[in-house]
């Protein structure tokens, strides 16, 4: 197996501090890594290094020279005044060069047939009707419809899932990707899942969602303290074998500190005299001094901020309508929320849901209906918008501009170094700038802000985009014991599964209620599905037609190819599944399960080809 990237003695260092030193990875064939540890250690740096943005300071990386490498960044950047057809089809290929002519075709209003005759007719000899469907497929996932648009015009979220669309196109050998999840509503987010774990691709990622990583991932590298521990299975094998490298170090860790002792003892007795042999003892004195301070940080983030005392009335609303122009977001909406409430807010991309949120904060004012607030009840909102810091301020002044001194859940007090210090913001990052963070820590820096106004009602609007593993475990922590009311906007299905006993559905200009969480949703709807599929069965009918020949249309004749060549597709994916599937261990229920449902999918989706296949053959006959 040769290896496609290599990294050997890999040192890169930010601000004048080492991110990491002498660390050594390889990616082979096949392989899907997640890059996992703590906001600030170095992983969307090494990503890039080995994406080939920049150069290492120390050490070397070598690549397979035939190898493509697709890198995903956390905030891409694309050429300005670029369209998104641009961009999508920038690479020299012909397949590409008429897809994307035919899509312009498609697109313009005065339909001119004569060329849209003849690119079909390019199309059909380059063989390229399966690459089109699988482009608008990827397209239509990421929500990516009008083509003409100019990026630069478009929000974050959009720019990012336009990156991953051109990436998931390009189909490189290796896939380097910083957060795919992000911008992602959890439909989509599933079917990725699928792509990615379809065919032999090699994968190093880094992502906050540990069922995406569960599902995509197998193998982790975590980078801690500047070195690279390599673990061969998944997040729930990684802790085990992590609690157990930690405990190890503990135990390294104090027979080094009673060691340090007696030889501490040696060195104040020992006689002015110098001897090659007490020289010798002096330098092992000091290195194991060097050890001994590299003790692990097992710090644990503790996130126990007094709540603000909660009354009666909490927040009514009442025949709330909300409009943009023509589109409803919010139609005739009516609910009490109570103490105790814990909600997770759902829908995809676009459906409303900060809308819906700015109506309850009162940022915006509904069309019709009330909304009415308790006395008492007291908003922590944390958005993706507040995210703005300046980036020439001091980290402890972003805390003391909110207090000087915080109450704890225990009626203590703290100063604002110390709730830094819990926050894990150790005093040489306090009084540095926030331009000097990475992007997790102003993360949690901005969460902190919001749990320091002790609100009784908090809202959290996708609170894990960029923060690492272990603050989000922390996070969890603090918001299973969290007595006030929670309003969650996550793609993390593990956090909604975890936190959210009831959701608000945002569909078709609707808020809808569904009492559970999204696990218990998913189950629903794949059982309205398939009761739907089985009333709906078509009862086979004699066909009574004559026997004049159809002519199909131009968009028929194109579907019927196209056909041919998924089908096809579809049974050689159903036979390496059903190969997996002999080799798996017996013992392995989770795995034997995931492969069968894989199997169930592929073949209905080849039943629902082969009808419509013998549904436009028959017009031909």
């Known amino acids: 197996m040769s290896t496609q990237i290599a990294a050997e003695n890999l040192g890169h260092s930010y601000h004048d501090e080492w991110l990491f030193r002498h660390l050594t990875i390889g990616i082979n064939p096949g392989q899907r890594l997640a890059l996992v540890g703590v906001n600030g250690a170095g992983k969307s740096t090494l990503l890039k290094l080995l994406a080939d943005r920049f150069p290492p300071m120390e050490g070397k990386i070598v690549k397979n020279r035939h190898v493509r490498i697709g890198f995903l960044e956390q905030d891409p950047q694309f ?47 380059q063989n390229a009707w399966e690459y089109e469907h699988a482009i608008k497929t990827i397209l239509s996932r990421m929500d990516i419809h009008h083509l003409h648009q100019r990026i ?3 929000s974050g979220g959009q720019k990012k899932r336009i990156a991953l669309a051109k990436l998931l196109i390009d189909d490189p050998d290796v896939y380097v990707l910083d957060e795919p999840t992000n911008h992602l509503d959890i439909d989509t987010i599933e079917w990725l899942e699928k792509l990615l774990t379809t065919g032999q691709k090699s994968i190093l990622l880094v992502t906050h969602d540990r069922y995406f990583l569960d599902q995509v991932c197998n193998s982790i590298i975590e980078l801690d303290r500047g070195k690279a521990f390599t673990y061969q299975g998944n997040y729930a094998f990684f802790l085990e074998k992590k609690a157990e490298r930690m405990a ?98 759902a829908g995809k991309n676009g459906s409303g849901k900060s809308t819906f949120l700015n109506l309850l904060t009162g940022s915006i004012a509904p069309d019709s209906g009330s909304i009415t607030k308790g006395e008492t009840t007291n908003f922590g909102y944390y958005t993706q918008a507040g995210l703005s810091f300046n980036e020439k301020d001091r980290v402890i002044d972003v805390v003391k501009s909110v207090a000087e001194y915080i109450q704890l859940a225990d009626g203590t007090t703290v100063t604002a170094s110390g709730l830094l210090t819990l926050f894990l913001f150790p005093p040489k990052k306090q009084h540095g700038l926030i331009e000097k963070l990475s992007g997790g820590e102003k ?148 795995q034997l399960q995931k492969l069968s449902k894989e199997i169930e999918i592929v073949e209905e989706n080849i039943e629902k080809a082969m009808e419509r296949w013998m549904e436009l053959s028959e017009k031909l006959n």
Not at 87 to 104: D, G, P, T, V
Request: aromatic content about 8%; hydrophobic content about 35%; proline content about 3%.
């Open 79 to 125: 050429p300005s005044s670029s369209t998104i057809s641009e961009y999508i089809f920038s690479e020299a290929n012909k397949q590409l060069a008429l897809i994307k002519r035919y899509e312009e075709l498609v697109e313009n209003p005065v339909v001119n047939e004569l060329e849209l005759q003849k690119i079909y007719e390019e199309l059909t000899e």
């Open 152 to 154: 630069d015009t478009l």
């Open 248 to 345: 190890m170090d503990e135990s390294s860790y104090q027979k080094n500190k009673n060691l340090l002792k007696k030889e501490l003892e040696w060195m104040r007795r020992m006689p002015s005299a110098r001897t090659t042999k007490s020289k010798s003892r002096i330098d092992a004195f000091h290195e194991l001094a060097d050890k001994t301070k590299q003790r692990p940080e097992n710090q644990k983030i503790t996130l126990d901020i007094k709540m603000t005392r909660q009354g009666g009335k909490i927040l009514e609303l009442e025949q709330v309508t909300k409009k943009f122009e023509t589109k409803s977001i919010v139609d005739h909406f009516s609910y009490v929320f109570k103490k105790g409430d814990r909600i997770g807010l």
């Open 443 to 590: 993360k949690r820096l901005y969460l902190m802000k919001v749990l320091m106004k002790n609100p009784n009602f908090l809202i959290l609007d996708e609170p894990t985009n960029d923060l690492d593993i272990d603050t989000l475990n922390v996070l969890e922590s603090f918001l299973e014991n969290y007595p006030g009311v929670l309003i969650l906007v996550s793609h993390d299905r593990y956090l909604l599964d975890k936190m959210s006993e009831q959701l608000f559905i945002m569909e078709n200009g609707s808020v809808n209620i569904f009492n559970g969480n999204y696990a218990a949703y998913r189950e629903e709807l794949q059982n309205q599905k398939e009761t739907t599929k089985a009333m709906l069965a078509p009862t086979p009918v004699k066909n009574e037609k004559t026997n004049n020949k159809t002519k199909l249309s131009f968009n028929e004749q194109k579907e019927l190819l196209a056909l041919e060549s998924r089908m096809e597709e579809q049974e050689h994916q159903k036979k390496t599944i059903q190969t997996q599937l002999i080799s798996t261990d017996p013992a392995d229920y989770v």
